[in-house]
């Protein structure tokens, strides 16, 4: 998988595109509690939303190895 | 039914967007331009700094349009957004709806600045004169 | 609170509009362009007349600005009309609204234009290509 | 009174800005009424509003000799 990220999560990871290995069968809630472990700062976020392949992902979404997965904080456009 | 898409360093030209959305065929144009702001809250603001993860950007605007044309009577969408850094007064985002009947471009309008502002992978972070803030990152 | 009230035999200048309501203090500005149309149930116009009768319509079109500065949270509004012979495509009002908050300048910029079009003294005369009609007179 | 007349109450009354004679005390109900006698299809419009020195009036409203009175018929500008 390849994981972007963007907004606070790029500064708050310190990376904006970045390879990460894939554990046998993570899914979306898998990643976000990995994650959210290794910058506790992700808890504090209003909300940390992550798409799989450009798309709003839910925690049971499968997470394969071609997937590209990005980091959603709070969007703010407009 | 036809649509206009683009996220652009560049400005924002109103009359570029109206333009998409003009015909014949209509009564009815409704534009809305943000602007940036001076201050947020009463903090001066110096300069915004927009992000877009663009290519998902793209996707999430042009549902907007689609949903947009199926849902009221209108004939036409361009939702412009702008990124990189930006001062008081420019513009990030210009949206022009064109339709036979005001009421649909009214409210077709407003459905995408709003619906833009909830789901398009968008970020700004707002630069004040002692430090700067991502928009709405923290409760 | 400003406002900004004319009407013109000119061709309408939306970037006139917009440029009267802009303001680094806004957040946000909506526009409603009115258009000639090149058809009303189904039958093709050629050419619209617009009369106005007009020390009363800019004391209308007053009242109606006077209105939306106080009653939405807006910090500017313009309404230019325009009178005399238009064509499909050409512009009969345009109504712009600057404001903190993009809410209230939807909700003013609505409210200025449904009211226009019910208070003001302003009338227009379809031509097709067999007749004329004075639009709304009769039932 | 000045009388005025726009949009399709110009061209019925085939005029555009001519002097009545007042009647003692007229009200704007009594311009009405004697306007719809004299032009029928004055009473054929969606509405005919009247305005008084530039406001619109009700039919009470008194007409002085000096006054500015026109009629409106339906609106339809925008």
Not at chain 2, 86 to 100: K, N
Request: proline fraction near 3%; include cysteine; glycine fraction near 6%.
């Amino acid at each position: 998988m390849k994981l972007l990220a963007f907004g606070i999560t790029r500064e708050i990871i310190g990376m904006s595109d970045s390879s990460r290995t894939l554990k046998t069968s993570m899914t979306v809630g898998d990643l976000r509690k990995e994650l959210c472990g290794e910058f506790p700062k992700l808890k504090e976020l209003n909300t940390l939303a992550i798409a799989v392949n450009e798309t709003y992902a839910t925690d049971d979404v499968e997470i394969n190895d071609a997937d590209v997965v990005a980091l959603i904080p709070p969007v703010s456009g407009g | 039914m036809k649509k206009n898409i683009e996220i652009s360093t560049n400005a924002l030209v109103i009359e570029t967007c109206r333009s998409f959305v003009h015909s014949g065929n209509n009564g009815a144009e409704c534009l809305f331009v943000g602007t940036v702001r001076d201050q947020t809250s009463g903090q001066s603001v110096v300069k915004l700094q927009f992000e877009a993860y663009e290519s998902m950007a793209i996707k999430e605007m042009e549902k907007i349009a689609d949903k947009a044309l199926r849902e009221f009577d209108i004939s036409a969408i361009c939702i412009h957004h702008r990124t990189g850094t930006l001062t008081v007064g420019e513009i990030p985002v210009i949206i022009a709806v064109g339709s036979p009947h005001r009421q649909a471009a009214f409210q077709a309008c407003q459905y995408a600045i709003d619906t833009l502002k909830e789901t398009v992978p968008i970020w700004k972070k707002e630069f004040f004169t002692d430090g700067s803030v991502w928009v709405s990152a923290h409760p």
